[in-house]
């Protein structure tokens, strides 16, 4: 791999505050971003991402690639869960396993936005589609998890939630909600009429990612130290999980000439594993499971190998093709 991409990416402002967020948590510093700033920063970049993709998607139209590429998102949302649950059960209880698979098969947001601040910088395009597909790939990884673990628990369905309850608390938690209802009014919105807002979803977006992220590694930071029962099968699957999933993204992406922009931003949503919309459905859905394990290995584990990492090594693989 190029070690230029590397050494660019390290050089990113949003991502070395990230870094700074990790060090202060690991020195035990005193620094942090008040929880009612971090929840506006977070409704913040979904709002920008949404609203921004939903134009571009009105744009673009419904192309063949447009239809590619999000039938391949739903598939990887779908089968990545089924596989990520049989490899976890090897040392994993059903509900565990079902929760971090659900997780996996999932998407984070922030891993995406950071994404396309990437290809940005870099001068590559991609279509506003590709907010859809991350959109589209938020719940059918929640109900596959709770699909499986119904099918292989023992307790004959104590605690688990109907199907009618997953999918409500699914699609109306407030992230999913917020991409989603973002990237319609982006979509039906008046051209003209949204450039009032294009500061505010353009020029500080950057800013509010470096701030958001600053908390994220904060947050990542703690969460790891205290992580420590999953041992090194968990930290394994959180990395070599992600890279497969990547490698085989870009490849089918590149079979089916899907550009490289979207591409890579395909193998990036592939790659990366939910520590929001998730984790708040998983309470309700799958309560016997542990956060413990789902939340920090998404987070602390996943995420920064991802933004530090994963996101040079999959362009770079992108760029083979």
């Keep these: 791999m190029d070690m230029q991409v590397i050494l660019s ?37 979904l709002f920008s991402i949404g609203f921004k993709g939903g134009m571009e998607l009105a744009h673009s139209g419904l192309t063949r690639e447009v239809a590619l590429t999000l039938t391949l998102a739903i598939a990887f949302s779908l089968l990545v ?53 991350m959109a589209l790939m938020e719940s059918p990884a929640i109900i596959i998890g709770v699909t499986l673990i119904r099918l292989f628990a023992t307790d004959n369905g104590k ?57 994220m590694g904060i947050t990542a930071g703690h969460r790891i130290r205290a992580f420590r029962k999953g041992g090194l099968f968990l930290y394994a699957f959180g990395i070599i999980t992600p890279v497969v999933n990547a490698v085989l993204a870009i490849a089918l992406s590149h079979a089916f000439g899907i550009s490289p922009g979207n591409s890579f931003l395909l193998a990036v949503l592939a790659s990366s594993a939910s520590y929001i919309a998730v984790p708040a459905a998983l309470r309700l ?18 995420f920064p190998f991802n933004i530090v990492l994963g996101i040079p090594l999959y362009y770079w693989f992108s760029q083979l093709l």
């Design 159 to 215: 605690g688990k939630s109907g199907l009618g309850h997953i999918l409500k608390d699914a699609f109306s938690n407030g992230s999913v909600l917020m991409i989603l209802g973002s990237l319609v009014i982006g979509i039906v919105a008046d051209e003209k009429q949204a450039e009032g807002i294009k500061p505010f979803t353009s020029d500080i977006f950057k800013g509010f990612l470096a701030v958001f992220l600053l908390d």
């Design 9 to 45: 990416n390290l050089g990113n402002p949003t991502l070395l505050f990230f870094l700074l967020g990790l060090l202060a948590a690991f020195i035990k510093s005193d620094l942090e971003i008040p929880p009612q700033i971090s929840k506006f920063l977070s409704l913040y970049l």
């Design 285 to 302: 859905a799958i309560p016997e499971a542990d956060p413990g394990y789902y939340i920090p290995m998404a987070l602390a584990v996943t």
């Design 81 to 133: 869960p089924v596989y990520s649950f049989f490899i976890l059960r090897r040392k994993l209880d059903v509900y565990n396993a079902g929760a971090l698979a659900a997780t996996y098969g999932s998407v984070s947001a922030v891993t995406f936005v950071t994404a396309s601040a990437f290809l940005a910088d870099k001068g590559i395009t991609f279509g506003g589609h590709m907010v859809a597909a």
